[in-house]
């Protein structure tokens, strides 16, 4: 990882170094250039010329905000979920109002292209890559940020007005008070708004309702030149659909209006088990476009796992509970269909209607385990996964995430190189994949996908073991990822990377396609300094988009 910073910095210590020219001390310098120097030096002092010597900018520790900046102890700034990456930022800015952020990001583009200082909003610290970190620039805790304290509102067209600071977990608490939730989904709720909207917000619901960012109808943005706009769809529709999914790239989202839906109390929570691809890719295929299906639908890819029915029985039931116990999971690849369907305590139908739905599907009868639990309880399952690994210290480990989104009509041909020969012995953490419905998403936004109407989420959630050499170390994970990507490449399945990672602009050029061209134009015109959000990389300050 040092060895990685190094050569990711070098570049930009040589460019500083080169900012003047060279001096050599072994040529005699004559007399009358020394007088010459300091008779230029005493007019400017005198004349109060500011180019003769570098502008020093106004300090942040002058500026006037309602919160405060913090200079020292900000290491946690430097680090992320992805335990990879660790850039200091100069400062923490801590803000109470959207003002101060506004401030903030006003001070620095007025300070022109002459400065390096740049700015990143850092939510609940899940960046995988150093996504929400400035180098030597201003981090801003937008947890921290005050003000209108979230509304629901309810009727025929519910929705919940919320700080892009928000956790969603505090926002389902919330509209539960009022029998409402949001649609949409991740499946780790203690992530906040501005940062899943800045990405696209996929989970099972994602085939129906499509990603989070389908389901905003107002935003709050501070953009790069400082500019606090309230956008929609028919209000500054341009920078609206340049936010959603925008990496950070043109905006930071200070607030939200999000929908709402009626919530269910309860959820059937079912798993089932498949041997062969074909047979789970058909399935998950007929659920999404199906009329009457689950309201949740993942999958999951299991390798090699030891007693898998047994780890089961502690969340949920067997529907055969002797044939389940003789089921071998050892030295097998597995497919894992998740499904729930939410209703009401007082549905005396719910199972026959499972059993209806689950009558279509060709799984292993045997492996049918089901489960019922407040829908809560749910969506926040993943919350006591972790809860259990930091207790062992496991929750702070490198984590070195590849997702990709993959055509319908490749998925075969990725699973059968991918499953069948580069992961065939070890996963290193959980895999998932399911498809979504392409005409749920809106092509208005910067969310970059595949072109066909169906393509799978494929998310390798692997967690490294600190210091190890072998399959569980970061190395091994990171060559593997490599693997996989360059057989994506290489067989041109046309996949794209969902929460994106790049080093050069030429592969966010690739990774962008004919709308490159399009993405960099609102780069220029909504943060035309590239002063935000430069841990993706995409752009270096003060160069050109285009």
């Known amino acids: 990882m ?261 919530a269910p109390k309860m959820v059937k929570w079912i798993r089932v088990l498949y041997s062969d691809f074909s047979t789970f890719a058909r399935d998950q295929e007929y659920l999404i476009s199906a009329e009457n299906t689950f309201d949740y639908i993942e999958g999951f890819v299991i390798i090699n796992r030891t007693g898998l029915l047994n780890n089961w029985r502690s969340s949920f039931n067997p529907q055969d509970p002797v044939q389940a116990s003789q089921f071998e999971s050892d030295g097998k690849i597995l497919f894992c269909l998740e499904l729930t369907k939410n209703f009401k305590v007082d549905n005396t139908n719910i199972n026959q209607e499972v059993e209806s739905l689950l009558s279509q599907l060709s799984y292993i009868p045997s492996t049918l385990f089901l489960s019922e639990v407040p829908y809560i309880d749910f969506l926040d399952r993943v919350h006591v996964s972790e809860v259990k690994l930091r207790s062992k210290g496991l929750w702070e480990v490198p984590h070195p995430w590849l997702n990709l989104l993959v055509p319908k009509s490749k998925i075969h041909n990725f699973a059968k190189e991918v499953f069948g020969k580069i992961l065939k012995d070890t996963s290193n953490g959980p895999i998932l994949i399911y498809p979504v419905n392409k005409s749920k998403w809106d092509n208005r936004t910067s969310a970059v996908i595949p072109e066909e109407d169906i393509f799978y989420l494929v998310a390798f959630l692997s967690s490294a073991v600190p210091s190890s050499t072998g399959t569980d170390g970061l190395e091994y994970i990171l060559s593997r990822n490599k693997r996989i990507l360059d057989f994506c490449k290489t067989a041109r399945l046309g996949a794209k990377q969902y929460l994106p990672h790049y080093t050069t602009q030429e592969e966010w050029r690739t990774h962008f396609g004919p709308r490159w061209e399009a993405f960099a134009q609102r780069k220029s015109a909504y943060d035309p300094l590239a002063i935000l959000a430069p841990g993706h990389r995409i752009f270096q300050k003060a160069t050109p988009f285009l």
């Not at 005198?46 to 020093?56: R, V």
């Not at 002058?62 to 200091?88: C, K, P």
């Not at 892009?164 to 608490?173: A, K, Q, V």
Request: hydrophobic fraction near 40%.
């Open 2 to 262: 040092l060895r990685g910073f190094c050569l990711w910095l070098l570049p930009s210590l040589l460019k500083k170094k080169m900012r003047y020219p060279p001096i050599s001390f072994l040529r005699p310098i004559s007399i009358p250039f020394i007088a010459s120097f300091v008779i230029l030096f005493l007019g400017c002092l005198t004349a109060n010329i500011s180019l003769c010597l570098p502008i020093i900018p106004s300090s942040l520790e002058t500026l006037s905000v309602d919160g405060h900046f913090s200079f020292h102890g900000i290491e946690h700034a430097a680090r992320d979920f992805g335990n990879r990456y660790q850039f200091l930022p100069q400062a923490v800015l801590h803000p109470k109002s959207v003002s101060d952020i506004a401030t903030t990001i006003k001070h620095v583009w007025q300070m022109g292209p002459g400065s390096e200082l740049t700015v990143a909003a850092r939510g609940h610290g899940h960046s995988l890559q150093g996504q929400a970190q400035a180098h030597q620039g201003v981090v801003i805790n937008m947890e921290s940020l005050q003000g209108t304290e979230m509304q629901v509102y309810t009727g025929n067209f519910p929705y919940v007005d919320v700080s892009g600071g928000e956790l969603w977990i505090n926002i389902l608490h919330e509209s539960l008070k009022y029998g409402l939730a949001p649609k949409s989904w991740t499946d780790y709720l203690h992530l906040t708004v501005g940062g899943t909207l800045s990405n696209a917000g996929i989970s099972g619901q994602a085939f129906r309702h499509g990603p989070q960012i389908s389901n905003v109808h107002w935003l709050e943005v501070v953009t790069g030149k400082g500019e606090v706009i309230n956008c929609s769809k028919k209000q500054h529709g341009d920078l609206f659909h340049s936010v959603l999914g925008g990496l950070g790239q043109f905006g930071i989202i200070t607030r939200a209006r999000i929908s709402l839906e009626p």
